[in-house]
C-alpha cells in the first residue's frame, strides 16, 4: 500500500502529522502513521504532514524528520527551570562532539568523585553523596565531613563535591550552563584538567588545566587561569555584569593550540595566547572551600576570604558540550563545525539526533558512555570470548571484529572457539526510543 487518501478538513487546526491528535509529536505518532500506510488503521487529516491531502509514504518520512529534528521554540524572555531557578544564559551549541544535559536527569560521560581529596588548598574531601541530579540540574555540594576527617593529618573539615568525565577532550569549545555558590572562602569552577594522576600508555601526564571560577566572596567576578605542564599565575578577574549566585549563566572557553578564549553568555571576555596546555584532559566541575587560617600570611585567605563554616551551599549546573573544532565559537557567527563523512559510507538521510538523552558519536573518535567487554564469554550459543582489542574506533567508525581465539580457549571445556567484539554502555537506560547507525 502506497498510500492512504481521506477528505481533507482543516488540518491546519492542529499540529501536522500529529496522526493520535494529543497536541505532540513524538513516536507514536509515526507509528501510527506506519500503520495506517500497513493498512492497519486510520489517521486523522492532522496527520497529512507535508499537506498535500493525502497520507502516504512522505508523510511519515516528515513526521521522523520533525521527530528527531525538533524546531526549537523561542525562549522567553526570562525563562525559569523546573527548580524555578531562572536561566539567563544561551542554549547549548548543537550538535556537539560530546553533550551531557543534566536536565534530562542522566549524567552522561560524567561521574562523581568519592573518598579521596586534593591539595592543601581544599579543605574537603570529595564525596559522591554531595553529588546528584535533581530538578533539571547537576548539583555539587559542600557539607560537613563525612569521614572523621577533622582528625587527620591534614586536617580536611568539610565535604565537597566533583564531577568528572570519564573520557579525555582536546581542542575545541567547552561550555556549561551554571549557578554559582555565592559565601565567603568557597569556589565553584568548570575547566579541563589531566596530571599525573592520570597515567596514558605508560607514562603519567603532565599538569595541564584551563580554569573557570566564581569565587564565592564575589560572584559579579569571573577568575580565568590555565596552567601549563605545572606552570600557573595567570590568574584574571572578569566582570560579569551580573551575580553568577542568583541564576544560570553560560560560560565557556575556546582552546586552541597556541591561545585560550573565554566566553560569558556566548559573548567573548578575554584570551590568552602563548605556551597553551597541550595535553588531552578530563572535563571538571567542583564546589569546594578553601582552607581558612585566620592568618594574614596565608594566601588561601586573601584569594578567597576565611569560609565561615555555613553548610549545605550548593553550585548546580544544567549541561556540559564540548565540541572539537579548529574555528572560532563567535557568537555571531555560530555555524556549527561540518559533520564529518563516513569514509566508506555517507551519512544517512535522518542524520543523528544531536538533543537525545545520551549521545555517543564514535565518528567524533569518542567512545561516549560505553567501554569494551574485556576477558569474558556469554551463554553456550556464543562461540567467543569478548576482547578489548576486538573492538577499537577508528577511522570515525566503531568497530567490533570477529577473529582467532587469542587465549586459547578452544581447549576449555565450553570450547569456545574464537575472539568477539561487544561495546556497553556505563550507565542504566529505561523506557525510550534507542537509534545507531550500523
Given at each position: 500500500?502506497?498510500?492512504?487518501?481521506?477528505?481533507?478538513?482543516?488540518?491546519?487546526?492542529?499540529?501536522?502529522?500529529?496522526?493520535?491528535?494529543?497536541?505532540?509529536?513524538?513516536?507514536?505518532?509515526?507509528?501510527?502513521?506506519?500503520?495506517?500506510?500497513?493498512?492497519?488503521?486510520?489517521?486523522?487529516?492532522?496527520?497529512?504532514?507535508?499537506?498535500?491531502?493525502?497520507?502516504?509514504?512522505?508523510?511519515?518520512?516528515?513526521?521522523?524528520?520533525?521527530?528527531?529534528?525538533?524546531?526549537?521554540?523561542?525562549?522567553?524572555?526570562?525563562?525559569?527551570?523546573?527548580?524555578?531557578?531562572?536561566?539567563?544564559?544561551?542554549?547549548?551549541?548543537?550538535?556537539?562532539?560530546?553533550?551531557?544535559?543534566?536536565?534530562?536527569?542522566?549524567?552522561?560521560?560524567?561521574?562523581?568523585?568519592?573518598?579521596?581529596?586534593?591539595?592543601?588548598?581544599?579543605?574537603?574531601?570529595?564525596?559522591?553523596?554531595?553529588?546528584?541530579?535533581?530538578?533539571?540540574?547537576?548539583?555539587?555540594?559542600?557539607?560537613?565531613?563525612?569521614?572523621?576527617?577533622?582528625?587527620?593529618?591534614?586536617?580536611?573539615?568539610?565535604?565537597?563535591?566533583?564531577?568528572?568525565?570519564?573520557?579525555?577532550?582536546?581542542?575545541?569549545?567547552?561550555?556549561?550552563?551554571?549557578?554559582?555558590?555565592?559565601?565567603?572562602?568557597?569556589?565553584?569552577?568548570?575547566?579541563?584538567?589531566?596530571?599525573?594522576?592520570?597515567?596514558?600508555?605508560?607514562?603519567?601526564?603532565?599538569?595541564?588545566?584551563?580554569?573557570?571560577?566564581?569565587?564565592?566572596?564575589?560572584?559579579?567576578?569571573?577568575?580565568?587561569?590555565?596552567?601549563?605542564?605545572?606552570?600557573?599565575?595567570?590568574?584574571?578577574?572578569?566582570?560579569?555584569?551580573?551575580?553568577?549566585?542568583?541564576?544560570?549563566?553560560?560560560?565557556?572557553?575556546?582552546?586552541?593550540?597556541?591561545?585560550?578564549?573565554?566566553?560569558?553568555?556566548?559573548?567573548?571576555?578575554?584570551?590568552?595566547?602563548?605556551?597553551?596546555?597541550?595535553?588531552?584532559?578530563?572535563?571538571?566541575?567542583?564546589?569546594?572551600?578553601?582552607?581558612?587560617?585566620?592568618?594574614?600570611?596565608?594566601?588561601?585567605?586573601?584569594?578567597?576570604?576565611?569560609?565561615?563554616?555555613?553548610?549545605?551551599?550548593?553550585?548546580?549546573?544544567?549541561?556540559?558540550?564540548?565540541?572539537?573544532?579548529?574555528?572560532?565559537?563567535?557568537?555571531?557567527?555560530?555555524?556549527?563545525?561540518d559533520q564529518p563523512q563516513q569514509p566508506d559510507n555517507p551519512q544517512p538521510s535522518s542524520g543523528m539526533n544531536a538533543n537525545a538523552t545520551m549521545v555517543s558519536n564514535f565518528s567524533a573518535g569518542?567512545?561516549?558512555?560505553?567501554?569494551?567487554?574485556?576477558?569474558?564469554?556469554?551463554?553456550?550459543?556464543?562461540?567467543?570470548?569478548?576482547?578489548?582489542?576486538?573492538?577499537?574506533?577508528?577511522?570515525?567508525?566503531?568497530?567490533?571484529?570477529?577473529?582467532?581465539?587469542?587465549?586459547?580457549?578452544r581447549n576449555d571445556s565450553d570450547k569456545r572457539n574464537y575472539s568477539g567484539g561487544e561495546f556497553r554502555s556505563n550507565q542504566f537506560y529505561h523506557y525510550g526510543y534507542y537509534e545507531t547507525s550500523?
Amino acid at each position: 500500500m502506497l498510500a492512504v487518501c481521506f477528505c481533507a478538513t482543516a488540518a491546519s487546526a492542529g499540529i501536522s502529522g500529529d496522526a493520535n491528535n494529543d497536541g505532540r509529536l513524538d513516536y507514536s505518532d509515526a507509528s501510527m502513521l506506519r500503520d495506517a500506510l500497513l493498512g492497519k488503521g486510520s489517521v486523522p487529516a492532522e496527520a497529512d504532514a507535508d499537506q498535500n491531502h493525502s497520507i502516504d509514504a512522505r508523510d511519515l518520512s516528515v513526521v521522523k524528520q520533525n521527530i528527531l529534528n525538533p524546531k526549537q521554540p523561542e525562549q522567553p524572555e526570562q525563562p525559569a527551570t523546573p527548580s524555578g531557578i531562572q536561566d539567563l544564559g544561551t542554549e547549548p551549541k548543537l550538535p556537539a562532539t560530546m553533550y551531557s544535559n543534566f536536565r534530562s536527569g542522566d549524567a552522561g560521560d560524567f561521574f562523581a568523585s568519592d573518598g579521596w581529596t586534593n591539595g592543601s588548598v581544599f579543605d574537603n574531601w570529595w564525596y559522591e553523596r554531595n553529588t546528584g541530579i535533581k530538578d533539571g540540574y547537576m548539583y555539587l555540594t559542600i557539607d560537613q565531613d563525612w569521614g572523621g576527617h577533622r582528625n587527620d593529618a591534614d586536617k580536611r573539615n568539610y565535604s565537597g563535591g566533583e564531577y568528572r568525565t570519564n573520557e579525555f577532550y582536546h581542542y575545541g569549545y567547552y561550555e556549561c550552563s551554571m549557578q554559582a555558590i555565592k559565601n565567603d572562602g568557597v569556589v565553584s569552577s568548570f575547566f579541563t584538567y589531566t596530571g599525573p594522576s592520570d597515567v596514558v600508555n605508560g607514562q603519567k601526564n603532565p599538569w595541564d588545566e584551563i580554569d573557570i571560577e566564581i569565587l564565592g566572596k564575589d560572584t559579579t567576578k569571573m577568575q580565568i587561569n590555565y596552567y601549563r605542564n605545572g606552570q600557573g599565575g595567570h590568574e584574571r578577574m572578569i566582570d560579569l555584569g551580573f551575580d553568577a549566585s542568583e541564576a544560570f549563566h553560560t560560560y565557556g572557553f575556546d582552546w586552541q593550540p597556541n591561545k585560550v578564549t573565554w566566553y560569558v553568555d556566548g559573548k567573548e571576555v578575554g584570551s590568552m595566547e602563548g605556551d597553551m596546555p597541550k595535553t588531552p584532559s578530563k572535563i571538571m566541575m567542583n564546589a569546594w572551600p578553601g582552607v581558612g587560617y585566620r592568618d594574614a600570611q596565608n594566601n588561601t585567605v586573601e584569594w578567597l576570604k576565611v569560609y565561615d563554616g555555613k553548610t549545605p551551599l550548593t553550585a548546580r549546573y544544567q549541561w556540559v558540550t564540548f565540541t572539537k573544532s579548529g574555528q572560532s565559537q563567535q557568537p555571531d557567527n555560530p555555524q556549527q563545525p561540518d559533520q564529518p563523512q563516513q569514509p566508506d559510507n555517507p551519512q544517512p538521510s535522518s542524520g543523528m539526533n544531536a538533543n537525545a538523552t545520551m549521545v555517543s558519536n564514535f565518528s567524533a573518535g569518542q567512545a561516549g558512555d560505553f567501554f569494551a567487554s574485556d576477558g569474558w564469554t556469554n551463554g553456550s550459543v556464543f562461540d567467543c570470548w569478548w576482547y578489548k582489542r576486538n573492538a577499537e574506533i577508528k577511522n570515525n567508525l566503531l568497530e567490533l571484529r570477529i577473529d582467532q581465539d587469542w587465549a586459547g580457549h578452544r581447549n576449555d571445556s565450553d570450547k569456545r572457539n574464537y575472539s568477539g567484539g561487544e561495546f556497553r554502555s556505563n550507565q542504566f537506560y529505561h523506557y525510550g526510543y534507542y537509534e545507531t547507525s550500523m
